[in-house]
């Protein structure tokens, strides 16, 4: 698991963590450890990646109606 940053909201308590990992596991590691803390996890990916994803889905969507 490797962070990459840690953030804060401005003007109030709280702020984020953008961390990668390969285990989601790890997440649930983590948000067990500091169990006293409310966490909310927001999976995202690369913009290219889901651009190329979104694409194949919609192809087969497409391939349904004509198919």
Avoid: K, N, W
Wanted: aromatic share 14%.
């Amino acid at each position: 698991m490797t962070f990459h940053q840690f953030v804060v909201r401005l003007g109030e308590f709280g702020g984020y963590a953008v961390v990668e990992t390969e285990a989601p596991a790890d997440l649930e590691y983590l948000t067990t450890v500091y169990a006293a803390f409310s966490f909310t996890v927001e999976p995202v990916m690369d913009v290219m990646d889901a651009v190329a994803a979104e694409t194949r889905g919609i192809e087969y969507r497409d391939s349904l109606r004509t198919g």
